[in-house]
């Protein structure tokens, strides 16, 4: 995982197989930068990921619920059609913006 600040936005770049273990590394890196930074957006690059499990589920939903409280958003993009279908299943998707690029997630600072 690589965290990448650009203004307000952060860039999270997951890899591999977000599971239990995986989650519990993203929920504290992310948490940790939100809370040092100013942060006002959280955008997840899944351009990596090849599965996810019910705890890259609540990692998503935890960060959302933390922006959240500090007024910010969250989005996605790079989901493979396999992750997107579990995103789908999860309700994910009614919160949180899914876009097709990461181009079109950094677009301005939101």
């Keep these: ?31 940790a930068a939100v809370l040092v930074g100013d942060i ?15 705890s890259g589920i609540g990692a998503i939903m935890g960060r ?11 989005g996605a993009f790079g989901i493979s059609p396999r992750v997107d279908k579990l995103i789908a299943m999860s309700g994910i998707k009614k919160i949180i913006t899914i876009y097709t690029t990461e181009k079109e997630a950094t677009r301005g600072i939101s």
């Design 1 to 31: 995982m690589k965290l990448e600040k650009l203004g307000e936005q952060l860039i999270v770049r997951l890899e591999g197989e977000l599971d239990h273990h995986y989650a519990t590394r993203v929920r504290e890196a992310v948490d």
């Design 40 to 54: 006002r957006k959280i955008i997840f690059d899944f351009t990596e990921v090849g599965f996810m499990d019910s």
């Design 64 to 74: 959302y619920r933390l922006m959240r409280t500090v007024g910010g958003t969250v």
